[in-house]
């Protein structure tokens, strides 16, 4: 298996996506880190990675919004006291709620959005690069979303917390580029039959949709020693081909 003894964390593990990447990564044997805020969503990732027969993961509930700088630091302490390294870090953790004009958007809605989907991957991955360091390759990887170039209306917090959630992605790519050990990517899942997607359009048939599972290549590219090397590059699941 060829990310046995490999330590990855994901953020939203208890969601459609995190969850998925957590399972397929386990099966490649991955010690994987659960970290959700929703501990029954978090339960169910355990209980379908064990039943996978693979290395049993770590559960970490977390409220990425409502976390403390000290708590995000306490988190980065517990890895390196418990693994020494880490190997991976996914941000799968997305806040959406609905298609709102601006000129309605409530401002606690907007900050908490913000907070999720763009202050929480900044925070966490700047608490766990040293940690990240110790790995001879590692890799971060952030979701994005396929629309969020071309700025839709209505998409509001979400759309702009995208937009410069690949920003924020490569200029760190760039960053640590010349250390030739912490690779940089963002993920563009493309619509999948996510609760996300079910959630943003209710109305869409999700019969033609490709089901999740079907990014697992991509989650093991992104996170094997295939990507490694590869780093600031967005990687659309729609075109993906090794």
């Known amino acids: 298996m060829p990310l046995t003894n490999n330590v990855i964390l994901i953020t939203g593990a208890g969601g459609g996506l995190g969850g998925t990447a957590a399972v397929t990564l386990a099966k490649q044997g991955a010690h994987i880190v659960l970290l959700d805020k929703n501990i029954a969503k978090l339960e169910a990732v355990y209980d379908a990675v064990v039943a996978a027969h693979a290395p049993e993961p770590v559960m970490y509930p977390f409220d990425l919004a409502g976390a403390s700088e000290s708590e995000y630091q306490e988190l980065a302490d517990r890895i390196d006291e418990k693994y020494g390294a880490l190997q991976g870090l996914l941000h799968s953790a997305v806040e959406f709620s609905a298609f709102t ?68 992605a490569k200029i760190l790519a760039e960053e640590l580029e010349s250390s030739n050990k912490v690779r940089v990517n963002t993920l563009i899942p493309g619509p999948v039959d996510s609760p996300l997607r079910k959630r943003a359009y209710p109305a869409e048939d999700k019969d033609h949709l490709p089901r999740m599972e079907s990014l697992a290549p991509v989650y093991l590219y992104l996170f094997g020693s295939q990507s490694i090397g590869t780093t600031g590059q967005v990687v659309d699941a729609r075109t993906f081909n090794l």
């Open 101 to 168: 004009p601006i000129a309605h958007y409530a401002t606690k809605d907007w900050g908490h959005t913000m907070n999720v989907n763009l202050h929480a991957p900044f925070l966490l991955s700047r608490m766990l690069l040293p940690i990240l360091h110790k790995s001879r390759h590692a890799s971060i990887v952030f979701t994005s979303d396929s629309s969020a170039r071309h700025a839709p209306a209505y998409s509001g917090a979400y759309g702009v917390s995208k937009i410069a959630l690949e920003g924020l």
